[in-house]
């Protein structure tokens, strides 16, 4: 087999596809061909045949924006036509500009930069989990990296807890060409990068990064390192063989029809998505012994585990006095015990978030059956490792942090529900009624944020019912954010455990005038009012909307004529979004650090000032 020949195949199929589509990043494929060729035929345990095969190795393309020379390869491995590839960025194609998990082959999606990092970290957790639960259960995550991954917080924060915990399964090439889109990396890092995986408890091997067979040997020895994930760093040079070589224009330059015809002079193949006869062999051949190492994991103790559905009935227990962080941690136990397929992260916020798994250990080095996983003060990571566990296959995965901080893992849980992923984010501490640890961890405008993003679940429950019917609904359609209360509330009379519809009555009348509005911790609030509002003899509905993406207004059967008022302790704009007519009551600043009244009284939202606000309104 000619291994530089098929590379140089593989390189020019990306450039051709690159050129058709009048844009992508022609520097990547000609510093990373190599590590490709070398990783995709000699090493990466795939099949075209099954591409779901449950123990192949995962391959993450972290630089996501080399997605034209990774689709040669799942081209060369069956997995793509001829047509997909000169199709490559157009509208619908199977062959979008960076790699996502609706391409066959494509393990996960990848674009922003580090991300891919923290989900192969996490594929490597979860080969851990289930190779100490299940028989003849082993493989390799592989992950290609630029320079440009490595400068991103996530991927440190990752490789970090990567060489903490030992993943020697996990592989990481890193594509070292010393360029970045704007300039030569030395303007921006100087950084010693082999001594900052050497500190972080990686294996660290140097190769060059064009030659097939040093490369392949790194792999090798990377694979007998018992203790430790490896790296291994390729020094290559952006835009090889053309005139932009060694230079940052390389990165999204596309080449032209000429400069395409110099490359195929210098490795002497015709163009025009033509391969020689010699390389359709090799292609031919290489398939063949993918397709022989293909063994189908027919375990049923294994798809008995990693089945997702689930129906668990709840009955509540009858707590009338409780924080909504607290009857979660209650209620997750339920659903822990009954499905062992449940695993909960947290960045070092387990006793404040609840959503430790009791009796599940803590997953170590050590204890690769643990259930619950300690990321330290790693927000960002914990999410796009999630992600990685998730993408696995086996997996329901819990990640907690506060509420506050979810901007932390805002690229992370938009991956999540870009890939549709089994990730539910618990996130506590809900409001600005939190108090005394002041603004910075007091949330505003989370909740609205979270909102935004499409095709995630977000949630907030009122009290113990609307707990139970959150976590139902949070497992049956994830990704999801449940929202949950740090301070305790009363039970809801009325409130219900069916939250499909977004939001239902908890009070009704046929003589009411208004309907007010609220989620969380703030339906008790309103409660209080519409008793107020009754002395004025003005009676009220009362709507809790635990889940405003579910919501439409056209389903209550509320009268045309009526006034709408919506509270929110946040910046409330869902509201406006979902009800459209409303008297939005909420707040627009950063909170206080004050007790919760005071901190209240101060933004206008207790009682009292709500009450005021809602009189002016109706002109009383």
Not at 125 to 144: P, V
Not at 186 to 212: P, R, S, W, Y
Request: with cysteine.
């Amino acid at each position: 087999m000619n291994s530089q020949k098929m590379c140089n195949v593989a390189k020019l199929l990306a450039l051709q596809s690159i050129n058709k589509a009048g844009s992508g990043h022609s520097g990547i494929v000609m510093s990373c061909g190599e590590i490709m060729q070398a990783l995709f035929e000699r090493h990466l345990k795939i099949c075209s045949i099954n591409p779901d095969w449950a123990v192949r190795d995962r391959f993450v393309l972290s630089a996501g924006h080399g997605s034209a020379i990774y689709y040669s390869y799942l081209y060369m491995l069956g997995f793509l036509s001829l047509e997909d590839i000169k199709n490559f960025r157009q509208i619908n194609s199977n062959t979008p500009g960076h790699p996502e998990i609706t391409t066959l082959g494509v393990d996960c999606s990848t674009g922003p930069l580090g991300q891919g990092i923290a989900n192969a970290v996490g594929m490597a957790i979860a080969e851990t989990m289930i190779n100490a639960r299940m028989k003849d259960f082993s493989h390799y995550t592989y992950c290609l990296c630029g320079d440009g991954c490595l400068m991103e917080g996530v991927a440190l924060e990752a490789i970090s807890l990567a060489g903490n915990l030992c993943l020697n399964k996990l592989i990481l090439l890193y594509d070292m060409n010393s360029c970045t889109l704007d300039a030569e990396l030395k303007i921006t890092n100087t950084e010693d990068i082999k001594m900052k995986f050497l500190a972080c408890n990686f294996n660290v091997l140097e190769v060059d990064g064009h030659n097939i067979d040093e490369i392949d040997k790194a792999i090798i020895k990377a694979k007998k390192c018992k203790q430790k994930p490896s790296v291994i760093i390729c020094k290559t040079i952006i835009g090889k063989d053309t005139k932009y070589a060694n230079s940052n224009i390389s990165h999204g330059k596309v080449l032209s029809l000429e400069e395409l015809r110099s490359l195929e002079k210098l490795w002497g193949i015709k163009g025009n998505f033509s391969i020689p006869l010699d390389v359709k062999n090799d292609i031919k051949l290489m398939q063949k012994l993918k397709v022989a190492l293909y063994k189908d994991y027919n375990n049923a103790e294994y798809k008995k585990f990693a089945g997702k559905s689930f129906n668990l009935d709840i009955k509540p227990f009858g707590y009338d006095f409780k924080s909504t962080r607290e009857l979660g941690g209650i209620y997750l136990q339920e659903y822990a015990k009954f499905k062992e397929n449940i695993i909960s992260l947290s960045a070092d916020v387990f006793s404040s978030t609840k959503t430790k798994i009791l009796d599940g250990g803590i997953y170590s080095k050590d204890c690769r059956l643990g259930r619950n996983i300690y990321c330290g003060i790693r927000e960002h990571a914990m999410a796009g490792i999630a992600n990685g566990i998730a993408l696995h296959g086996e997996f329901k995965v819990v990640v907690s942090t506060f509420l506050a901080f979810v901007d932390y893992m805002r690229p992370a849980i938009r991956m999540s529900a870009l890939m549709n992923l089994d990730v539910i984010y618990v996130l506590t501490h809900d409001s600005v009624v939190v108090g005394q640890d002041g603004a910075t961890h007091q949330p505003v405008e989370q909740i609205d944020s979270l909102e935004l993003i499409p095709n995630l679940t977000t949630i907030r429950p009122c009290d113990e019912n609307e707990v139970i019917g959150g976590l139902k609904l949070a497992f049956e359609k994830t990704p999801s954010v449940l929202i949950m209360s740090r301070q305790n509330l009363k039970r809801v009379d009325n409130s219900s455990t069916n939250l499909d519809n977004g939001a239902y009555f908890v009070l009704k009348s046929n003589k009411a005038k208004i309907n007010i509005f609220a989620q969380g911790s703030e339906v008790g609030v309103a409660i209080q009012l519409a008793d107020r509002l009754k002395r004025h003899k003005i009676l009220t509905n009362i709507i809790s909307c635990p889940v405003l993406s579910l919501f439409n207004i056209k389903d209550l059967p509320c009268k045309s004529n009526m006034k709408n008022i919506a509270i929110s302790y946040g910046t409330g704009w869902a509201f406006l979004k979902k009800i459209g007519n409303v008297f939005l009551i909420s707040n627009s600043n950063f909170g206080k650090s004050g007790k919760e009244e005071d901190v209240l009284k101060f933004l206008g939202l207790d009682v009292d000032s709500i009450e005021d606000k809602i009189m002016k309104y109706l002109g009383k």
